[in-house]
């Protein structure tokens, strides 16, 4: 059974820094793109980022380029976010997700395993 344990969140003031982190087990981690995804109280959950089995390719939503970087760790099942810049709009609950396949994808129907999310919160 596939398993994602998210941590890392937190409250920061407007301009920090969090970074989140994504550990997986049962499943060959290196086999598969990894995705962050977000949902603010009353929206959808949305597309944040994602990265292929590999890490050699990476997508981000228009909203956080520049500022969130997102990376993995195949020796230690690891996936990471790394948040720059924060600002108020990005609270949320952060959710990583392993995808089908390995290659990486902004559709929320072509990730099957969801961790339980992280709480996000900017003040400004």
């Known amino acids: 059974q596939v398993q994602l344990v998210e941590s890392g969140g937190g409250l920061v003031q407007a301009g920090g820094s969090l970074r989140l982190s994504c550990a997986a087990s049962?499943?060959?981690?290196?086999?598969?793109?990894m995705g962050w995804f977000r949902q603010a109280p009353g929206k959808e959950r949305e597309f944040v980022a994602a990265?292929?089995?590999?890490?050699?390719?990476?997508y981000y939503a228009d909203s956080v380029k520049g500022r969130f970087t997102i990376s993995r760790d195949n020796a230690k099942n690891t996936a990471y976010l790394q948040m720059n810049s924060l600002k108020p709009e990005d609270t949320a609950v952060y959710y990583c997700?392993?995808?089908?396949?390995?290659?990486?994808?902004?559709?929320?129907?072509?990730?099957?395993?969801w961790g339980q999310g992280t709480q996000v919160t900017v003040s400004s």
């Open positions: 990265i292929s089995w590999s890490g050699g390719s990476s």
């Open positions: 049962g499943r060959t981690f290196s086999s598969y793109a």
């Open positions: 997700a392993t995808s089908k396949d390995r290659w990486l994808s902004i559709r929320i129907y072509e990730y099957d395993h």
